[in-house]
Structure formats: structure tokens, C-alpha cells
């Protein structure tokens, strides 16, 4: 089957009526398609959708007898009137008339397009006069955009060249303000995506450096330069060969990848979703094996697009000053070989990086002038030449380089512009060998947004911030970077903290050999390496615990402070845990990690100073918090006594876990409740407690399930629970408080939702012998991982079991596991839920009905009963 047969099978269609000749003609046209683009042909293919639709349209046209219409016009927009259409892309029409439509005509054409729809096509028309289509375009530059590759497929030439006329001019959009609308559409839709295509999940379409950047350059060029084919960017100077027939190669292979996308998708996706990358990488040649196959498609796609990148951002940057009329303001002489033309760093010769250490030197020079806001245009296109021609070995292997690199991390302004450049232009990823592995590395799961060398810039850049005057959100961190003695140290580790992956074995030992030989290389001293190559090795430990083990277990803060080992250790520790966490995932970040990771911080400070007595540390904290809570309650009236009473049904362990604001809360809210009777209930909740989020009491007898049920019924309303305490008082009531989230990771700020949740709660646990039934869904990504169920028990000196869960994170998870813990006779002391992604690591305190540690005996039936319970559950 050919182009041509496809289109000759149109002709043959002699009736309007007959749809099913042509769902059968665009049924082939997808089969023609399919086979072609087996073949790695692409270019020709997305023309000839177009060409092929083209064909369609006109036919169509004339059945319906519209081609008699004198003053009609049937307009291609947009991506269609470029003539390229990819398999399930929007097909954009403009019906143009240059008088107003007599009744036959609007139902002509509402004809015309109800049959367009009736055989399958996917349109997006507008019917318009000149006058309105002229009058829209002047408001909205979309419509404006979409107008300047219009382009008459059949109808009223006539008609079609007084709209163009109009569209020229002086009343129109001017080439100045389209120019400035277009940039500024760009960096929203810049932002939109963090600044970067480098996440998980790009979309190929709109992230930076994909196919909008480059029909941003097309469209400006084709408004304002009246351009009609990209060549003519080069006979004006703004491409070299070489640069314009880069930008079709990387085009093409944007091209290709939307192609399969589309095919396998089945639907005008653009978003290279988790869900498709296997079937996506196989149908591009890239192998069936997988995760690996992934990997190569995303690294050949990451490259792309940082090309992309650089020649948008020269084209554009040249365009600014052309369209604009701009004229250079203020010229700085920095040195022999470069100046700054309105604060844009640009070279004043040709050929400036004639070695790796000319590079690394620019990078200096641009640290030592923090005035530098950017990269002139010819800095970046000698800087692209240079990278290609000084690949032959990396920078590292270079003494002269070495140093330099060493003057870098150590200069108090390099984090600032100079490391994005380093980092976007690929200069880091010449001058180390590690790094080059880790560019453009997925990362299979959803607590990871960005690729690894993406997530570790960000990171960088987050530590950097924290030193900054401006930083006002996270001052500990603020105030352990400024007093740093050599914060390169801290940067050095940062670099190398996630360097070791995408190899076989422990990412954190890998990359602590890795950083160690880096050190050696770069003379750093023995003692400094130690700290460095500490922190890559344990850059997991602070988040593992805080999320996963309980921090008011004395043995739990003596561990850690045993492998911390000093305040220094623990203070750079710290800060580059809170900045990993923070450059993961902008949605993971909340209140209530920030408040764990200041906990630990705080608990292992004071053990630090007692000489690590964490048991001096957490009874100091028991006492500080009572009398601080009995501050709070005299001052709102409350007397010694009633205290007195309060205090004495509660252990030291309730007041080791509680602020003093919350237990000032709880003895009011339950001293004010109704006489304590067997059927007594009382569910409240506060929003100001806890800054890491809502915390939700019951407090009440003991009821048969009572976690499980609260958890679904929180579980089933989009609630994630980040802590649960459960305790039982000395006069034998429960008492449990949850700290409570959206399932996003945001407070709950609706006073009506609050309420709403509290009184779900009150019901289900006051309706004898109720089960919840949960019926939320799991997410369209979640289905595509896997996640394995792990159980691990850790030892403790007191009579309970720290019994560790890690599984997927199903809807009902919680409430499964609650049941669980009823059903084989487990008394519940604590959990502490942790969701990372798609992975819940969960922890939970728990003793037999003897009230005493699970045997080795419950604890492998336990296992076995959870796996059983999660695997029919997911099953379903």
C-alpha cells in the first residue's frame, strides 16, 4: 500500500453518505502507517498524514457540493497548515467566508463537519468570517499563532488572500509585540515544567527543548522575517549549515518518538508516560529488554533535547535583538578574550576555547563577575563547537583542570550561574567521567521527578540557596552553611551522592569509592576525604530513620548518634539530607518531613551534648514538655489538680512524643468531654497542633479493629495518615492521634472537609460490627510498578516488636494491615506511615497478646498472612 493508493481509494467514493467507505480508507491510511514506520521512515510519514487528509478534506468538500460556494475557503491552522500531522494529532480548520453565512450554507457545513466526526476524524474548526477570525487573532495570540501557517486547502482563493492581506497589516499584531507575547508564552510554559525536560514522564511536545521550542523559532521567523523554509535563516545569518541541519536532525527524531507514542498510545498522547516506555523503546529499535531499553531511548532523547535548548536559546536571544530593534546599552572589558554586552557574557575573539581549561577558566571568570546574568548568544555557539572538538579525553584526566575544578567548588559564587552552565551545557559531564554515566538516567518509580543528574543539580542548588541572605524558610540549614569551615566539602559530597547508580550493587557504597578516588586525584586532605566519603556513603541514613524508625526510642537516637559520630558530622548530615529530599519530588516535601528531620536533628544534638546518653536526652524532653503544658493549661484556667489527674493516666512515653501544644490541647479537649462511660467517644481534630499537619484524636474504650477502621474510612476520603500514636491510658482508655494529610501532600484547610472527616469517623466506630468498604482506586501509574512486599523486625530493650512494612501503596493498605494485627491477637503501640512514590515503608510497634515481643514463630506466620492478604488484594 502506497500514499498514492490511499489517496486514489478516496476518489473512488462517489457519495457523502458512505461511511464506512471511509472509515475504511483512514482504517488503511493507519495500517499504511504502521508498516511504513516499521521501515525508520518518519519524515515523509508525518507529510503524508497530512497529504493524505488533505485529499480527504477536498473530496468531501466537493460531495457536500461546498466547492460552489464562491466565497468559502476551507483553511488548514496550525500544526495541520504546515502541512505535518502526526497518526492522532488534532486536524485544525479554519471555514473562512468573506460575508456572513446564509442559513443553507451554515447547514452545509455543519453537514460537512458532523461527517468529519461521523467517520472518525478528530477536528478542531472554527467558522468565521474575515472580519471575526481578523477581530480573535488581534486578542488572543494563540489564535494568532495558529493563523500564521494557515494555509487553503479548497474553496475561495479570493477569500483566503484578503484574510492574509489583513493579517499583514499595520493593524495587526506588530512582529515586536508577537515576538514578546511568543517568549513570554515560552517561559510559562518553561516554568510549567520546572524549567527542564528532564523528568521522568516528559512530554515531547511541550517540556523545554521539545517541539514547541522549535516551532517557537519557526513561528517568529516566519512572522517577522516572512521566512517560508528554514534555509533562508541561514542566507540571513542567524543558522550555520551545520546548526540548521542539527535542528532538523533533532526534529526527526522528536518526530519519531511522537510517531510511536502515538501508535502505541492509540490516541493523541504526547506525554512519554511510564505505561508506554517499554512498548515505545521496542517499537524505536531500542530492544525488548525492558528497563535498559528505556534507559537508551531516554539518554538519546535527553541529548536532543538539551540541543534543542541551546540553539532555541541563541536563535530567540538573536531574534530579541533584531525584532525588537534592540541596541547593546553598556559594554564591560572583563579580559583580552571576553566582555559583557548588557551584562550577557560574550567573547571579544574567535575561538576562545581552544582547551578543556579555557572552559573551566570561563567558568571562573564568570564567578569572579557576579554582574553576569547569562550567555551571549556567540558565547554559546563557540561554546557547543568547543565541547564537540575537546572530546577526546575528559577534563579530569588533566592536572591544570583538576585545579581549576578545585577553584571552583570553593568559590563563594560558582553555585550561582556558573554550575547551571556547567551542568546544562554538558561541561560537567566532560570533566568527569561518573558524571557522564549518571546524564539523562531514569529513575523507575514515582518518589523520583527528574533524572539522576537533574535531581543532584537540583540538590546542588538547593544548598547553595540555603547560604543565601534571602533564605528565610529553612535558617537551621542557613545557619550551618554560612558557619561552614569548607563548604566545598559539603558540595563535593552532594556531587557524588547519587553517582554511583544505574551500576550493579549499593549506589552509596559505589559512589563512596568513586568520591574517594576523586579526592586522592584532587589532593584533598585524608581528613576532609573521611567526611566526604562518609556523607555519600550515609546520605540515606537521617531520611531512613526519621521516616522509619522511631526517633523517641532512646536506642533508636543512640544508634544514630553512634554513626554520626560528632556535631560536625551530623550538621552537614542534615543539610544535604533536607536538600536531597527536597530536589526528589516538589510534590513529596512537607511540613511533616521537614518536622521529623528537625526532631532527629534536635534529639541527637541534645544526646551529643549529654555524651550520648539518649535516655538523660528523652527524659529531659519529658520533663520540658510537662512543665511547659501545665504553663499553657494554668494560664487557660485550668487548676494543679485537674492536671495532676490528666498527667497520672498517661506514661513518660506520651510526653516524650508530644509537643507541649499538643498535650496542653489534649487534657482540655478530653477533661472538657462527657463522663468516661463504655460507650464514650470523643474525635476531634486541630489544625494548629502540628505544622507538619492535622492531627486527628480519638480517645475512648477500646474497640474491636479500631486502626483498620480509621484508616479506611481516612484511606477512602483521599487522606494519607503521615503518624499514628497509640497508647493505652493507666485508667484503661485508648487514646490514638493521627497526624493527617491530603493524599497530595497538602494540610487540609477546609473547615467543612475537617468536619466532614471527623464525623465519618465518629460513625463508623459507633455502629456495632460495621465494616468499611473502600473503593478508591489505584492510579494509573501505580499499576505499572512493582513492588515487592517486605517485612523486616528490628529488636528492642522493651517488650514490644519493631515490625517494618514495605509494599506498594494500595488503596486500603493500612486498614489491611490493622485487620491484620486484630486477627492474629497484636496489640498496635505506634505506626509511623511513610509514602515515598509509589512505596509505602511503614512502621509499626507492636506486641502479642502476652504483651510481650513477637516469637520467631508469629513473626514468620505474620509474613506469610501479609503476603497472602496484599497479593489477593492487588490481585483484585
Not at 52 to 63: E, V
Not at 257 to 270: D, Y
Not at 788 to 808: D, G, H
Request: with cysteine; aromatic share 10%; net charge neutral.
Amino acid at each position: 500500500m502506497s500514499l498514492q493508493s490511499l489517496i486514489a481509494q478516496i476518489k473512488l467514493i462517489n457519495s457523502a453518505d458512505n461511511i464506512t467507505g471511509f472509515k475504511t480508507c483512514i482504517a488503511n491510511s493507519y495500517d499504511w502507517l504502521n508498516s511504513e514506520f516499521s521501515r525508520g521512515e518518519v519524515t515523509g510519514l508525518v507529510t503524508g498524514r497530512a497529504a493524505f487528509i488533505d485529499s480527504l478534506l477536498r473530496h468531501l468538500w466537493r460531495l457536500i457540493e461546498l466547492n460552489q460556494q464562491k466565497h468559502i475557503s476551507l483553511v488548514a491552522v496550525g500544526g495541520y497548515g504546515r502541512g505535518q500531522l502526526q497518526p492522532y494529532s488534532d486536524i485544525d480548520l479554519l471555514i473562512l467566508s468573506s460575508k456572513t453565512y446564509s442559513k443553507s450554507q451554515q447547514e452545509s457545513i455543519s453537514r460537512f463537519i458532523t461527517l468529519l466526526w461521523d467517520i472518525g476524524l478528530d477536528v478542531g474548526q472554527s467558522v468565521r468570517t474575515i472580519k471575526e477570525t481578523f477581530s480573535h487573532a488581534k486578542q488572543d495570540v494563540t489564535i494568532a499563532t495558529n493563523l500564521v501557517e494557515a494555509r487553503l486547502l479548497v474553496g475561495s482563493q479570493g477569500t483566503f488572500d484578503e484574510l492574509q492581506s489583513k493579517l499583514h497589516s499595520k493593524s495587526y499584531w506588530s512582529s515586536k509585540d508577537f515576538f514578546l507575547a511568543k517568549l513570554e508564552e515560552q517561559n510559562q510554559r518553561h516554568f510549567k515544567f520546572k524549567g527542564t525536560s528532564y523528568n521522568l514522564e516528559p512530554n515531547i511536545k511541550e517540556s523545554p527543548g521539545c517541539l514547541r521550542d522549535i516551532q517557537s523559532i519557526g513561528w517568529v521567523a516566519k512572522k517577522h522575517f516572512k521566512v517560508v523554509d528554514g534555509t533562508e535563516l541561514i542566507e540571513k545569518g542567524y543558522f550555520n549549515e551545520h546548526e540548521f541541519a542539527e535542528l532538523i536532525e533533532c526534529r526527526d527524531h522528536l518526530w519519531h518518538m511522537r510517531f510511536a507514542l502515538h501508535l502505541i498510545a492509540g490516541r493523541s498522547e504526547n506525554r512519554l508516560l511510564f505505561d508506554f516506555q517499554t512498548d515505545v523503546a521496542a517499537k524505536l529499535g531500542y530492544g525488548e529488554d525492558g528497563k535498559a531499553s528505556v534507559e537508551r531511548m531516554m539518554k538519546a532523547f535527553f541529548r536532543t533535547v538539551r540541543r534543542i535548548s541551546e540553539l532555541n536559546e541563541m536563535l530567540l536571544q538573536r531574534f530579541r535583538n533584531d525584532v525588537l530593534g534592540v541596541k547593546v546599552k553598556s559594554t564591560k572589558t572583563i579580559t583580552a578574550e571576553f566582555e559583557t554586552l548588557d551584562d550577557l557574557i560574550a567573547p571579544r575573539n574567535a575561538d576562545v576555547f581552544k582547551t578543556p581549561e579555557n572552559i573551566l577558566e570561563f567558568l571562573l571568570l564568570i564567578a569572579n563577575n557576579p554582574n553576569v546574568i547569562g550567555l551571549h548568544s556567540s558565547s554559546l555557539r563557540q561554546l557547543r563547537l568547543a565541547r564537540r572538538k575537546l572530546h577526546s579525553q575528559y577534563y579530569s584526566e588533566i592536572p591544570a583542570c583538576r585545579d581549576l575544578f578545585m577553584q571552583l567548588v570553593k568559590h563563594p559564587n560558582f553555585f550561582a550561574l556558573a554550575w547551571d552552565i556547567m551542568h546544562k551545557h554538558g561541561i560537567l559531564q566532560a570533566y568527569l567521567p561518573q558524571w557522564d554515566n549518571i546524564v539523562g538516567m531514569m529513575q523507575f518509580d514515582l518518589f523520583h521527578a527528574y533524572t539522576v543528574d537533574e535531581h543532584t543539580h537540583r540538590l546542588v542548588k538547593n544548598i547553595y540557596h540555603y547560604g543565601l541572605p534571602e533564605n528565610k524558610d529553612f535558617p537551621r540549614c542557613g545557619r550551618i552553611v554560612k558557619n561552614l569551615d569548607k563548604p566545598e566539602l559539603l558540595y563535593i559530597a552532594a556531587i557524588f551522592h547519587d553517582i554511583g547508580k544505574g551500576r550493579n550493587g549499593d549506589h552509596s557504597k559505589l559512589g563512596a569509592i568513586d568520591v574517594e578516588q576523586f579526592c586522592i586525584a584532587h589532593n584533598i586532605e585524608a581528613k576532609d576525604t573521611e567526611l566526604i566519603k562518609w556523607l555519600v556513603e550515609s546520605h540515606l541514613l537521617m531520611s531512613v530513620i526519621a521516616q522509619r524508625r522511631d526517633i523517641y526510642d532512646a536506642d533508636v537516637i543512640n544508634e544514630f548518634a553512634t554513626a554520626v559520630r560528632s556535631q560536625n558530622n551530623l550538621n552537614h548530615l542534615y543539610v544535604l539530607t533536607l536538600a536531597d529530599i527536597r530536589a526528589t519530588n516538589d510534590n513529596l516535601w512537607n511540613d511533616w518531613k521537614a518536622s521529623l528531620l528537625r526532631e532527629l536533628y534536635l534529639l541527637t544534638q541534645k544526646a551529643f551534648d549529654n555524651g550520648l546518653e539518649c535516655k538523660v536526652a528523652i527524659q529531659d524532653r519529658v520533663e520540658e514538655n510537662q512543665a511547659k503544658a501545665q504553663e499553657i493549661l494554668l494560664e487557660n484556667g485550668m487548676n494543679l489538680t485537674q492536671i495532676e489527674q490528666f498527667w497520672k493516666r498517661l506514661s513518660d512515653d506520651y510526653f516524650a512524643r508530644f509537643k507541649p501544644e499538643q498535650i496542653a490541647w489534649h487534657a482540655n479537649v478530653i477533661l472538657a468531654s462527657h463522663p468516661m462511660t463504655d460507650d464514650f467517644l470523643l474525635v476531634e481534630a486541630n489544625e494548629t497542633t502540628a505544622k507538619s499537619g492535622t492531627e486527628l484524636i480519638v480517645y475512648g474504650k477500646m474497640k474491636k479493629n479500631m486502626f483498620a477502621q480509621i484508616a479506611s474510612v481516612l484511606d477512602s476520603r483521599n487522606v494519607s495518615i503521615h503518624d499514628a500514636q497509640i497508647m493505652r491510658t493507666h485508667d484503661g482508655y485508648i487514646f490514638d492521634s493521627f497526624i493527617i494529610l491530603e493524599h497530595n501532600g497538602d494540610r487540609i484547610n477546609s473547615a467543612s472537609r475537617l468536619a466532614s472527616l471527623k464525623l465519618a469517623v465518629e460513625n463508623q466506630l459507633t455502629k456495632p460490627g460495621q465494616e468499611h468498604s473502600n473503593r478508591r482506586k489505584m492510579s494509573r501509574q501505580m499499576k505499572q510498578l512493582d513492588v515487592p512486599t517486605k517485612v523486616r523486625f528490628y529488636p528492642s530493650q522493651t517488650n514490644v516488636s519493631l515490625v517494618e512494612i514495605e509494599a506498594l501503596d494500595a488503596p486500603g493498605l493500612l486498614a489491611k494491615i490493622g485487620e491484620l494485627f486484630v486477627e492474629l491477637e497484636f496489640n498496635l503501640h505506634m505506626a509511623k506511615i511513610s509514602t515515598i512514590g509509589e512505596r509505602a515503608e511503614d512502621l509499626f510497634i507492636v506486641s502479642n497478646s502476652d504483651n510481650q515481643p513477637l516469637s520467631q514463630n508469629q513473626q514468620v506466620h505474620f509474613k506469610k498472612r501479609l503476603n497472602e492478604t496484599l497479593h489477593e488484594t492487588q490481585a483484585n
